[in-house]
């Protein structure tokens, strides 16, 4: 889904996203996720490295392609950060809802389009040079 480039890369994520909070913002899902981190089991750190590896390294590619950057290197530590904070967000939006059972916004699709809107017009901005102004990549 997420390498489809027939299709807008923005389309693909709100797609995606959809669909995994669909999978995991459940209570359950998320008290045994979070209950087994404090545990200190490896659940935990294999689900983090495959969030990283199959869908932050993806949608970084994928970003990388739709701003015209190259894509065959391995994302770097500021553009693997910046995924995990927006990933975050998203996460921590069913966190809240399911766990704290905090008031979040009813529309879960729309909290997801604002979460992409402001990663999108982020990524190239944030890595659209090859010499950053910062001098920090």
Not at 5 to 17: A, G, K, T, V
Not at 46 to 72: F, S
Not at 96 to 106: A, G, P, T
Request: charged share 30%; with cysteine; proline share 3%.
């Amino acid at each position: 889904m997420l390498a489809d480039r027939s299709r807008p890369i923005r389309h693909r994520l709100q797609e995606f996203y959809s669909a995994y909070t669909d999978a995991i913002f459940t209570r359950k899902w998320l008290r045994i996720y979070l209950y087994s981190g404090l545990k200190g089991l490896d659940i935990n750190r294999w689900y983090v490295g495959v969030v990283r590896d199959k869908i932050l390294t993806r949608i970084i590619r994928e970003c990388r392609h739709e701003a015209r950057l190259p894509v065959q290197t391995k994302p770097t530590a500021s553009e693997l950060e910046m995924a995990w904070v927006f990933h975050g967000g998203i996460f921590y939006y069913g966190i809240r809802k399911y766990i704290y059972e905090s008031v979040v916004l009813d529309d879960k699709e729309q909290m997801i389009s604002d979460a992409l809107d402001v990663y999108l017009a982020s990524f190239e901005r944030a890595f659209g040079t090859s010499v950053p102004a910062s001098g920090r990549r």
